[in-house]
C-alpha cells in the first residue's frame, strides 16, 4: 500500500508524522523487517504504516500493545485498519494496566526470539521501558532491531500530563528527566550483544547483533547522531556526528 493512501485516512490524527512514516517504513522495507512488535500505539497511525510497509513486501506480521483506553480512541486503531483494508497484518492488544503483563503471556507461551523489530513508543518512562527492554531482548532475534521514539519526552514538558496531580506530585528529577533516552544511554548502549546505535530525529536504534554474545575483535562500536547546523541566512545543513563508544 502507498504511503499516499495511509496519509489520506489519518492525515491530522496523533502520533506519527508523515515525515516519520516515510523513514520507518524506509527503514523497515531496507531491512526486509517481516516480524513487529510494537509497544504503544494510541489511534494506530504508526500501525497503519507499519503494516503498509508489510503489504509492500507482501508478508509479515505486528503483534502491537496498548492500554485497554485505547479501545476508546476515536477512531480508534481497528477502525484505521479496516478502513485501509490492513488488518490482516496485524493483532492487537488491550491491557488493564501495561504491555509488560502482555509480555510475560507471550513469553510464557512462545518463549523464544519471534521479532525482527520492537517499536517502544509507549509508556516513556523508566520503571516500565528499562524492564520492557529486558523483555524485549528475549523476543527480539537476532539482527533484529529495538527503536526507542520520544528519546527527550519528559514529563514536565507532556501537554497532557504536566498539569495532572500524578506529575505534580513527582519529585523534580523525575519529572524532568529524560527518562526515554536513560534507557537508551544506561541499558541498550551497553549491553554486550547490541550495536549500530543510531539516534535520528528523536528515535534511537538498536541493532541486536547477528552473533549474540560474541563481539569481533576490533569491531568498533559507534553511535551515529544526525545534527542540524544553521549556517547564516536561515539556512540549515545536517552534519553527521560519529562517536566511538567502544570495540
Request: glycine fraction near 6%; proline fraction near 5%.
Amino acid at each position: 500500500m502507498e504511503l499516499e493512501t495511509i496519509k489520506k485516512r489519518t492525515n491530522g490524527i496523533l502520533h506519527m508524522s508523515f515525515a516519520e512514516a516515510q523513514e520507518m517504513t524506509s527503514f523497515i522495507l531496507e531491512n526486509q523487517i517481516h516480524d513487529i512488535l510494537e509497544l504503544g500505539f494510541c489511534h494506530g497511525v504508526s500501525t497503519c504504516y507499519f503494516a503498509g510497509a508489510l503489504d509492500k513486501l507482501g508478508e509479515g506480521h505486528i503483534v502491537t500493545i496498548d492500554l485497554e483506553s485505547a479501545r476508546f480512541e476515536k477512531p480508534n486503531i481497528e477502525s484505521l485498519l479496516n478502513d485501509l483494508d490492513l488488518k490482516k497484518y496485524v493483532t492487537v492488544f488491550y491491557e488493564p494496566t501495561s504491555y509488560i503483563w502482555r509480555l510475560l503471556i507471550m513469553l510464557e507461551e512462545h518463549p523464544r526470539p519471534q521479532f525482527d523489530l520492537c517499536y517502544v513508543d509507549g509508556a516513556h518512562n523508566w520503571f516500565t521501558d528499562g524492564f520492557a527492554f529486558f523483555l524485549i531482548d528475549k523476543l527480539l532475534r537476532p539482527g533484529g532491531w529495538v527503536v526507542f521514539d520520544d528519546l527527550d519526552w519528559t514529563y514536565d514538558t507532556s501537554p497532557s500530563l504536566k498539569s495532572t496531580p500524578l506529575v505534580k506530585n513527582m519529585p523534580w528529577d523525575e519529572r524532568t528527566t529524560l527518562q526515554v533516552r536513560k534507557v537508551y544511554e544506561l541499558l541498550v548502549k551497553p549491553h554486550p550483544d547490541y550495536d549500530s546505535f543510531l539516534v535520528r530525529n528523536g528515535r534511537a536504534f538498536a541493532r541486536k547483533m547477528p552473533s549474540p554474545g560474541v563481539q569481533i575483535p576490533g569491531t568498533i562500536r559507534q553511535e551515529i547522531i544526525y545534527v542540524k547546523e544553521h549556517v547564516g541566512l536561515g539556512a540549515i545543513i545536517s552534519k553527521v556526528v560519529k562517536k566511538i563508544i567502544g570495540t
